[in-house]
């Protein structure tokens, strides 16, 4: 075991640092880890039968229908509507542009699913407005990568079906609703954040806009946020599952777009395809890969030497927890979201439940810990795309992100220790 464990973990790190694609690194340091106790011809077909095992899942349907409603709403003048709605209610208060950049960020996360698309859509047009108004622009490009982050614990959320699928059972339902409360309190965190930065600095208040305008500005919105009312009410009113819903989300999506507000060209159709395409073979492959890579870890038995280390080191719950939170963040600074929930959930997961905490709860808490993963150097991938926008390096945002991070990291604490802000929203609707 001591063997195979080794040579994973160092192959997989040797291609990491090559630049090899993170999906190509998992199965291939998979492999390699195989071949230290079996024959390559084995240990071959043994990866294939893991890898189509993995993907043979009636849930994970609902990945490629939520990718393809994201990326139809992307380029349906669904942000644009999100920022006025969000700019109406909410601009007027001190730090009014940095606010409206969280609360759009937590809107188009929820609608399209993806902090990626939350990036782009909403840096796009935020970062140089608040160029304009003032606010320095590494701020600007660190509380849009970490505001983009909510999207992943506001429903709908492909991670949280992807924890459901290597659980091994947990409702998908039931992890959408927990993810409401700690996702708003993630975005009213970094609000927080957002307020004292502007106050400090003096920043001027825009101006308020008359009643009718807010009317205006928020009825605009309203067919944009009757997307998430539309799928998480369908899951939760048992109407329809999780695949399902992410159906309808695209016809929904499809008809907001093009016949509604008409921002899409049926033209440009084809594109959106074939965009939503690839990034579902690629999330895909990291789940094929990394579904291989937990069942070797789990027939070597490293999950459970794993988590009898981590028992046998303290009997406090909560300093095990502690760690387990810091491990994942390290974990999240160099490993994307998707193989993370897969790989580590195995190993952790039995330590969280023989301390008491249902898999519900971990789930929560893992999604919100790799979250700030992904606004994390040097993979965080929200980080690249915002310092594009911003047009700064990378070293230059990460000073402003660290109050963004401490408040982040004051939620995940929360969620960890009290677990009523996970399930209380589940328990409340009865699941």
């Known amino acids: 075991m001591e063997m195979t464990s080794v040579t994973l973990v160092v192959a997989f790190f040797v291609l990491l640092l090559l630049n090899v694609p993170i999906s190509i690194s998992i199965g291939v340091a998979t492999l390699l880890a195989m071949v230290m106790s079996m024959d390559i011809a084995p240990a071959t077909i043994t990866i294939a039968q893991r ?30 509507r999100l920022i006025e709605c969000a700019m109406a209610l909410i601009g007027a208060l001190p730090g009014g542009l940095a606010l409206v950049n969280v609360v759009s960020c937590m809107l188009f996360g929820a609608i399209s699913g993806s902090a990626v698309a939350a990036t782009s859509a909403i840096g796009s047009f935020m970062l140089p407005e608040m160029k304009k108004a003032g606010y320095e622009p590494n701020f600007s490009a660190a509380l849009t990568a970490a505001a983009s982050t909510t999207g992943m614990l506001i429903p709908p959320s492909n991670i949280l079906i992807v924890y459901a699928i290597a659980s091994g059972g947990v409702s998908i339902a039931a992890l959408f609703m927990a993810g409401y409360i700690p ?9 927080l954040v957002c307020f004292v930065y502007a106050k400090m600095k003096g920043y001027p208040l825009s101006p308020r806009l008359p009643l009718k305008v807010v009317v205006e500005k928020t009825v605009a919105a309203l067919p944009s946020l009757f997307l998430i009312f539309l799928v998480i009410g369908g899951i939760v009113g048992g109407v329809f599952t999780a695949t399902e819903a992410g159906a309808i989300a695209v016809v929904y999506s499809l008809l907001l777009a093009v016949v509604f507000y008409k921002e899409v060209d049926p033209k440009t159709l084809p594109d959106i395809l074939l965009k939503a395409a690839e990034t579902t073979a690629i999330v895909m492959l990291l789940i094929a890969a990394s579904t291989a890579m937990s069942w070797l870890l789990s027939f070597e038995n490293i999950p459970q030497t794993l988590s009898n280390a981590l028992l046998s080191l303290s009997d406090n719950p909560l300093l095990i927890l502690l760690l387990i939170n810091l491990l994942l963040i390290v974990v999240g600074a160099f490993l994307d979201m998707t193989p993370a929930v897969l790989i580590f959930t195995p190993i952790f997961l039995p330590v969280a439940v023989e301390l008491g905490m249902s898999e519900l709860h971990f789930g929560i808490m893992l999604v919100l810990n790799l979250s700030i993963g992904l606004c994390s150097p040097p993979v965080g991938a929200v980080l690249f795309i915002t ?14 992100l660290i109050p963004l991070y401490i408040a982040m990291f004051v939620v995940l604490m929360l969620v960890t220790y009290v677990s009523w802000f996970s399930e209380a929203l589940p328990r409340a609707l009865g699941f």
């Open 51 to 80: 890898m189509a095992g993995g993907l043979n899942s009636f849930a994970l349907l609902a990945i490629p229908f939520f990718v393809l409603s994201g990326l139809i709403m992307g380029r349906g003048g669904i942000a644009k």
């Open 387 to 400: 310092c594009a926008i911003a047009k700064t390096k990378l070293e230059n945002i990460i000073r402003p």
């Open 183 to 191: 996702g708003i309190m993630v975005g009213l965190a970094l609000m």
